[in-house]
């Protein structure tokens, strides 16, 4: 079993940046790859950001691309995604994921592990 916890959410103004982190717990032995995915209300949930974890190799969803930065950090078995130029339609509940994957995944189904969430909420 690998734990996941997210932290960093909160309120922030359009424009504004927010950096997420994802604490991994547990077998995380197993953990090659991890994700952020995100779902707004009544949409269901979309890809991020992915990571290897080994090489560091990156995939990013377009939508992202050039403002969203995914990172992690061995020693703290911790995963980041700092988050520029914030838009409202960026708000929505974010998770962190993980899987025994050796390739960035796309989708929610490759994911074994998942945290609880934490919200995002970008005012215009």
């Known amino acids: 079993q690998v734990q996941l916890v997210e932290s960093g959410g909160g309120l922030v103004q359009a424009g504004g940046s927010l950096r997420l982190s994802c604490a991994a717990s547990g077998r995380t032995s197993s953990t090659r790859t991890m994700g952020w995915f995100r779902q707004a209300p009544g949409k269901e949930r979309e890809f991020v950001a992915a990571?290897?974890?080994?090489?560091?190799?990156?995939a990013y969803a377009d939508s992202v691309k050039g403002r969203f930065t995914i990172s992690r950090d061995f020693a703290k078995n911790t995963m980041y995604l700092q988050m520029n130029s914030l838009k409202s339609e960026n708000t929505a509940v974010y998770y962190c994921?993980?899987?025994?994957?050796?390739?960035?995944?796309?989708?929610?189904?490759?994911?074994?592990?998942w945290g609880q969430g934490t919200q995002v909420t970008v005012s215009s």
């Open positions: 990571i290897i974890w080994s090489s560091g190799r990156t």
């Open positions: 994921a993980s899987t025994r994957a050796l390739y960035s995944a796309t989708f929610p189904r490759e994911y074994d592990y």
